[in-house]
């Protein structure tokens, strides 16, 4: 059975239980973070532990653990698990109100001990084929609030922007603000225009992916041209290539935006490229 850790403990998912009136279930209060682990090696894992700290210090929770006892945990979690290759998940709630006090407000209670949640699953990097046949998005007006940096669990705009995509036979929607891109509902996203890369500067309007980081410093190391600022929605369908980026989704090409072809309708050379670049850079860094 693999185990999972919960508020200071592993022990077996099946005996793992939060309880019903913790504010994470109530009212979807607390972050998570998902790290990639390769060879039971977290990809990255200081990036992630920091975006962890910059989500914890957004919705004003201490955050429960230093970065070596978090270091700890992961990499015994990762050893923990009969499956090497890993989507690890870090969940941290406000927890349960402490008797007395209200158990559904939404201020926050005073003195509840956060809810520590961190779990495994398998991770599968996207197949060959779909990478060489690249997938289709839909666009949408972004929905969500105004702190997207912040990887918080209430997902709510997330879930049915996701499953407006998955219902249109689509691996992703494109969220445009104001006239701009923003991310997709699950990823980053990178347009090659005229040879130069685009994507967004990080902002609140977006989470600033630990992929999309990666793909910054390689085309940098690289030499691609890279601009990093306001993709419009014209620059957005007109673009040559478009990539989403995740840790899960790595470096996936987007053929179909709105039902049009994106370039001529295939993977571009500068998307081959980088997928290349990164797979390269995931086995340097796990032989390391
Ligand atoms: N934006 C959003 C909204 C996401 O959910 C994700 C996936 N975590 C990303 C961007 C990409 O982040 P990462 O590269 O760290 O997986």
Not at 44 to 71: F, K, M, T, V
Not at 103 to 120: E, G, I, K, S
Not at 165 to 182: N, Q, Y
Not at 237 to 265: C, F, H, Q, Y
């Amino acid at each position: 059975m693999n185990e999972v850790w919960l508020n200071g403990r592993f022990l077996p998912a099946d005996a793992a239980n939060v309880p019903v009136f913790d504010r994470g279930f109530l009212l979807g209060d607390g972050v998570y973070e998902i790290v990639p682990v390769y060879s039971r090696k977290p990809f990255r894992l200081d990036a992630h532990l920091a975006r962890l700290q910059h989500s914890l210090q957004g919705i004003r929770l201490a955050n429960p653990y230093g970065i070596e006892a978090w270091r700890k945990i992961a990499l015994e979690l990762a050893a923990r698990q009969d499956f090497a290759d890993q989507s690890l998940l870090i969940q941290v709630t406000r927890g349960v109100p402490l008797p007395g006090q209200p158990l559904r407000d939404h201020a926050f209670p005073r003195d509840a001990a956060p809810t520590v949640l961190v779990f495994a699953q398998p991770l599968v990097p996207p197949a060959e084929a779909q990478k060489a046949a690249g997938v289709c998005a839909i666009t949408a007006p972004d929905p969500r609030w105004q702190r997207c940096d912040l990887k918080v669990i209430s997902l709510m705009a997330n879930v049915l922007m996701r499953q407006r995509a998955v219902e249109a036979g689509c691996a992703e929607t494109i969220f445009i603000r104001d006239g701009l891109l923003t991310e997709g509902a699950a990823s980053n996203i990178f347009v090659v225009q005229d040879g130069t890369l685009c994507t967004p500067a990080p902002s609140t309007h977006m989470l600033t992916g630990i992929t999309y980081e990666v793909v910054l410093e390689l085309a940098a190391r690289h030499g691609i041209a890279v601009r990093v600022g306001e993709v419009t929605e014209a620059g957005l369908r007109s673009a040559d290539e478009i990539w989403m980026t995740s840790s899960t989704k790595e470096i996936m090409p987007v053929v179909m935006l709105d039902e049009m072809p994106v370039g001529n309708g295939r993977p571009g050379p500068v998307a081959r490229q980088m997928d290349a670049l990164y797979q390269q850079f995931k086995q340097d860094v796990m032989r390391r």
